[in-house]
Structure formats: structure tokens, C-alpha cells
């Protein structure tokens, strides 16, 4: 008989649900049963990942022992269930009018895997498929503190959690330390998740783990995010390209000042420039930039905590802004965006953000 099946979204709080399926295969469904609230029973012809909370059951010998069974819970979950089995499982809950789902089961190869997943900026809408994909199917999530992961219970309910970024009093995990941890876990046979704020390979080490990983002979992909270095500026109105305006885009890390070459090279290329991690460096930035020729009204942007309720856009020109980034007191994390485009922006960030928050809500997507 074929199968057919529809997606449904269920209540199961309180509910009883029994996982049929090997129990290593089926960790992932009887970590997201449990963290929705289900009462879960799971009937296994192995106990390789046992869980605190999962009620195991007897295998079932016999058609009988198999209604038994299903009529005591409210709902069956088969995972990969042997051929000989699927058949009695099938009846049985036919027979006792149990609802039957089917899951996939979480792939146990050795070694495992690395995803490196970039998060966007730090908008929960401006998560791709993808990454959501990817969360979905975790063992285990290395995440950062800028990345998105405030919703991380619900994209991996499957996966255990790793905060490897800066919290306020403790030190970040060195990124030594970081790449070690990814490895060590696909070599355990995990599927992994490096959670990443923005694209992973826009400033963000993403490179480098790709290295350790492929060094360790662990399979890694990644899978690209929406970068702040263009979501930022957009949501103060300014595109980093505009038709006859601004062809050009020229994106660089403030994290170390520029050196004098390096400056004369990016007035000559004229366009725009983004600056990630550019407020400690501002003063050099700016008085390299004008010393090289930039003209002394060309508009310059701080754009702060993009996406959040606090998002703050910051206008002023190239000869003024090191004032008046002091007198309003800018701060990381920020974008910079220096260019006629600037002219465009739109600087009431609350309206731009409520915009957002209305249009999502519109689209249905909130
Ligand atoms: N890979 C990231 C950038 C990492 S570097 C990306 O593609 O976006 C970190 C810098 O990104 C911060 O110092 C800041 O300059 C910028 N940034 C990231 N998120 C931001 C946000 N929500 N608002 C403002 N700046 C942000």
C-alpha cells in the first residue's frame, strides 16, 4: 500500500508518544518530542543513547503484543524501523485507530560532519532555509554571541547547544579552541552546526575552520548568510550600490588601521566603502581618508545594533563625524558606510524597524 502523508502541526503536551525505531537513529525525534512537551516511551531493539527522560518499552514479539502496545499511547513516531517490523506496526495502530507518523532518522556516519552556517545579521527573518535545514538536523550547535540563537530551543530542538563567543565576564573560546571542539565532535560522528553571525566568511573565521576541518580529514560545507556589511546598511535606507551614483562597493574590517597605501588606494577607487569593526579606528579612518584627497563633505554613516530595538543611524560628513561620533558616543557593534549613497538614508531607525517587524507580520511570516 503507498503512504501518503500531509504536514500537521500537533499539540502534543502531556500527550503520550511512542518512538519506534533504533535509539541512536531516532535521538534527534525523541530530543524534539521531549522538548515539546510529550511523554515519550520508546520502543528500541538498541540502547546505545539512552535519555534521563524516554519511558523504554519492550519490543514487541508478536501482532498482539504490538496493539497492546499502541493503545496505550495517543500517538506512534517510526523511525527506520526494520522491514520485518513495519508491516505489524502498521496493522496494529490501523487496528486500535492510533495516529502513525513517520520521521527521519539522524544519519550516524563516522565521522561526522561540519556545517558552517552563517546566521545574518541578527534578524530572525533573515535566516535562510538552509540554515534552518541545517539547524534542524543538528547533534550539536557552536554558536556566537553576535549570531542569532536566542531561538536556537526551537531551530535545534535536537542538538545540544555551545555558547563559544564572548559573555560579558568570561573570555571568548580561542579559535584554536573553537576549531579543536568542531573536529573533535564530527570525529565522534556528530552532524555539527558552527552557527555564525552574518556570512561566515565575511570576517568571520569561517576560512579558517573550513582549513581545520578538511586538515582533520572531517567533510565540511557551508552554507552563506545575509552579511551586516549590506543588511545593515539597508535597513537605514541606504543601498551600497545606486544607479548613477555609486557602482561599487569596497568592504574592510576596521579591526586594524589602514595603512597610508592602502587609504590613497580606496580614494582612488571612489564608490562606497563599509567598514565591520571600524569605531576604534574612525579617527585614523577618517583623517587618512581626507589627507588622501576624499572631499571634506562626504557623507559617512554609523549605523549601530542594526536589527535591534536599539538600531541608531548616525549621518554626518568626513571633517565632522570623529565629533560627532564622540559627542553621541558610538559604539561596536556598528557599520560604517562612507559615500554619496548616504545621501539616501533614512534615519528614523524606530519607524524603519517597526516597518519591518509590520511588514512580517503582514506577510505572514510572525
Ligand atoms: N560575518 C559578519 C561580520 C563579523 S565581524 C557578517 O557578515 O556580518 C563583526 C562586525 O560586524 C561588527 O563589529 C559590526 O561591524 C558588524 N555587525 C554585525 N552585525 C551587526 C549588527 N546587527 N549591527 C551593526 N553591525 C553589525
Known amino acids: ?18 518512538i519506534v525505531g533504533g535509539s ?5 525525534v525523541i530530543a524534539r518530542y521531549l522538548a515539546a512537551g510529550a511523554i515519550v516511551f520508546l520502543a528500541a531493539d538498541t540502547y546505545e543513547v539512552p535519555h534521563p527522560d524516554v519511558r523504554p518499552v519492550e519490543w514487541p514479539r508478536s501482532p498482539a503484543g504490538w496493539r497492546n502496545l499502541v493503545s496505550a499511547v495517543d500517538l506512534v513516531v517510526a523511525v527506520d524501523l526494520p522491514p520485518k517490523s513495519d508491516p505489524l506496526l502498521v496493522a ?9 507518523t513517520r520521521e527521519a ?17 541578527g534578524d530572525n527573518d533573515l535566516l535562510t532555509v538552509g540554515a534552518l535545514n541545517a539547524l534542524r538536523g543538528a547533534d550539536i550547535v557552536y554558536h556566537d554571541r553576535l549570531g542569532p540563537h536566542d531561538l ?6 535536537g542538538a545540544e547547544h555551545v555558547n563559544v563567543g564572548k559573555q560579558p565576564g568570561h573570555h571568548a573560546v580561542p579559535q584554536v579552541e573553537i576549531e579543536r571542539m568542531l573536529v573533535a565532535s564530527a570525529l565522534a560522528g556528530l552532524t555539527v552546526v558552527r552557527l555564525k553571525g552574518g556570512d561566515p566568511f565575511v570576517f568571520g573565521r569561517g576560512g579558517e575552520e573550513v582549513a581545520a576541518c578538511r586538515a582533520a580529514g572531517v567533510s ?13 546598511p539597508a535597513l537605514a535606507g541606504i543601498p551600497v550600490t545606486h544607479r548613477e551614483v555609486s557602482r561599487l562597493f569596497t568592504v574592510l574590517s576596521g579591526h586594524v588601521p589602514l595603512s597610508e597605501e592602502e587609504l590613497a588606494h580606496l580614494v582612488g577607487l571612489g564608490g562606497t566603502i563599509v567598514v565591520l ?3 576604534g579606528t574612525l579617527p585614523h579612518l577618517a583623517s587618512g581618508l581626507a589627507r588622501h584627497g576624499m572631499a571634506a563633505d562626504m557623507p559617512i554613516a554609523i549605523i549601530e545594533r542594526g536589527f535591534s530595538s536599539q538600531q541608531r543611524t548616525t549621518v554626518a560628513d568626513i571633517s565632522t563625524v570623529v565629533t560627532v561620533a564622540g559627542e553621541v558616543g558610538a559604539r561596536s557593534p556598528a557599520v560604517l558606510v562612507i559615500g554619496e549613497v548616504v545621501r539616501l538614508a533614512q534615519c528614523d531607525d524606530a519607524a524603519a524597524v517597526a516597518e519591518l517587524a509590520n511588514a512580517a507580520t503582514l506577510t505572514g511570516q510572525r
Open 220 to 232: 565540511v560545507t557551508v552554507i552563506s548568510g545575509v552579511t551586516s556589511a549590506i543588511s545593515v
Open 1 to 18: 500500500m503507498s503512504h501518503r502523508s500531509l504536514d500537521l502541526s500537533l499539540d502534543v503536551t502531556g500527550r503520550r508518544v511512542l
Open 277 to 279: 569593526m571600524g569605531v
Open 92 to 100: 496494529a495502530c490501523a487496528d486500535r485507530s492510533v495516529w502513525l
Open 152 to 157: 536556537l530551543d526551537q531551530w535545534a530542538p
Open 105 to 121: 532518522a539522524a544519519p550516524v556516519s563516522r565521522p561526522g560532519h561540519v556545517t558552517l552556517v552563517g546566521g545574518g545579521p
Open 24 to 28: 541512536r537513529l531516532a535521538r534527534r
